[in-house]
């Protein structure tokens, strides 16, 4: 099979690393990738939300198959555009719908859809610009804590915990009446703060039944000890410890077969992923939040965890007998550590040479924001620049060899946190 990847994170590098070990695999193409994903495939300089483009290339290359790494080009309806292309349709495309992509382009449109499947979920109330003045009443008689959510998509930074009732209020008129975060904003989720330990759980569906992919944990907080500024994960372990199977026992029952069940009843077609932000609150699951495609970096501790044909898996996704298909799970523990810039999640600045990466033995090295330049070498070329994952037989092991794995690459300006994993151990 000729198969194109879109996407150029760390996500994608792990989706060609997987992809590429298949024996179905003939041509492996990422659009756009980056510095890494050429050790994989070849990479194609294509936006990923250039449909034009990319169905252009997909027929002069007899492309096969389509797996979508992130969610833009999803919510944004890249597989409404294929199936509605007469020359294009026979193509698979591995994700959601644009429908099926609300329950992440829109946090309203998860908070309903959760309501009316009685999924376990934060309570919550949503307020436009003409109801702002509801909102700022509405926030008088809530606990603090509260969280305010930007409706669409925000690049990841349109979620604000207040501590105060005078700062949700700034912040709510900013959203609503002041755009802070554009358009994604006009709505806004006004949220109850949970409590208790987050982690993430993977679906993988065909619209009919499901596989429950690994469990992951990863860490947002730029600082040691989970301090400082939310970043896009600054690492990630799977399996989670605390996750046991009579808690995932719970997550199954009460979230992942509502959720599907719901969506066959609301007449919403799915096939793609499924990615459950949770909250263990003594031990009970309540959804954070959906997302519609493999997150990151606990893409990067899951994927090689995976004991089977991740081609295998998405043709049954495609052909709709997804249940036919098998996989293992590997016992050993992932442990991903993310090296990210020198100022970030600030501002930082890129085209710095990394070095040394030939020298990691024992980790796998997933290139997340590099690209090359024009002397040949392997520069930075975004805030999260590299993602070090090791596969060891116990938790301690495994975040020894990443942290000393990460240390081994250099570049100006690097960071990354030492202690990934230690607050479980």
């Known amino acids: 099979m000729n198969i194109l990847i879109i996407g150029s994170g760390g996500r994608e590098s792990a989706l060609a690393y997987k992809i590429s070990q298949s024996p179905k695999l003939s041509q492996l193409f990422i659009a756009p990738g980056n510095a890494g994903t050429t050790e994989y495939g070849q990479n194609v300089p294509l936006k990923v939300t250039d449909f034009d483009g990319i169905a252009a290339f997909a027929l002069e290359n007899g492309i096969n198959m389509v797996i979508v790494g992130p969610e833009e080009p999803l919510v944004k309806g890249i597989h409404d555009y294929f199936l509605g292309r007469e020359d294009l349709k026979h193509i698979p495309v591995i994700g959601p719908q644009q429908q099926g992509a609300q329950l992440e382009g829109s946090k309203d449109f998860s908070k309903q859809f959760m309501a009316r499947h009685h999924i376990p979920t934060a309570a919550s109330r949503s307020f436009d610009k003409s109801t702002l003045a509801d909102g700022l009443t509405y926030l008088e008689y809530q606990s603090l804590p509260i969280v305010l959510k930007a409706d669409g998509l925000a690049a990841g930074k349109g979620v604000l915990i207040c501590e105060?009732?005078?700062?949700?209020?700034?912040?709510?008129?900013?959203?609503l009446a002041d755009a802070k975060f554009g358009e994604a904003s006009s709505t806004?989720?006004?949220?109850?703060?949970?409590t208790g330990i987050e982690l993430s759980v993977f679906v993988l569906t065909d619209g009919e039944s499901y596989k429950v992919l690994p469990s992951a944990k990863d860490y947002k907080r730029i600082g040691e000890g989970d301090t400082g500024l939310?970043?896009?994960?600054?690492g990630s372990i799977s399996p989670v410890p605390f996750a046991d199977e009579a808690f995932l026992?719970?997550?199954?029952?009460?979230v992942i077969k509502p959720?599907?069940?719901?969506?066959?009843k609301d007449g919403i077609p799915y096939k793609g992923f499924i990615f459950i932000g949770l909250m263990n609150m003594a031990g009970d699951p309540y959804v954070i939040e959906y997302n519609v495609r493999l997150g990151d970096p606990e893409t990067e501790s899951v994927l090689p965890r995976i004991e089977a044909d991740l081609v295998d898996l998405f043709?049954?996704?495609a052909e709709g007998n997804l249940s036919e298909r098998s996989f293992s799970v590997s016992p050993k523990t992932a442990v991903t550590v993310m090296m990210?810039?020198?100022g970030y999640p600030g501002?930082?600045?890129?085209?710095?040479?990394i070095s040394n990466i030939e020298n990691v033995k024992e980790s796998i090295v997933f290139h997340a924001g590099t690209t090359v330049n024009e002397a040949g070498e392997v520069v930075t070329a975004g805030g999260r620049v590299i993602a070090v994952t090791t596969l060891q037989d116990d938790l301690f092991t495994a975040l020894q060899q990443a942290t000393a794995d990460a240390g081994r690459i250099f570049y100006e300006g690097k960071y990354f946190r030492t202690d990934i994993g230690f607050d479980i151990i």
């Open 164 to 175: 105060t009732l005078e700062d949700a209020k700034a912040e709510l008129t900013a959203m």
């Open 188 to 194: 806004v989720v006004i949220e109850e703060f949970l």
């Open 230 to 234: 939310n970043t896009g994960g600054m």
């Open 249 to 254: 026992s719970k997550v199954e029952e009460r």
């Open 259 to 264: 959720t599907i069940d719901g969506l066959k």
């Open 315 to 317: 043709s049954g996704v």
């Open 340 to 342: 990210v810039s020198g």
């Open 347 to 353: 501002d930082y600045e890129s085209g710095k040479v």
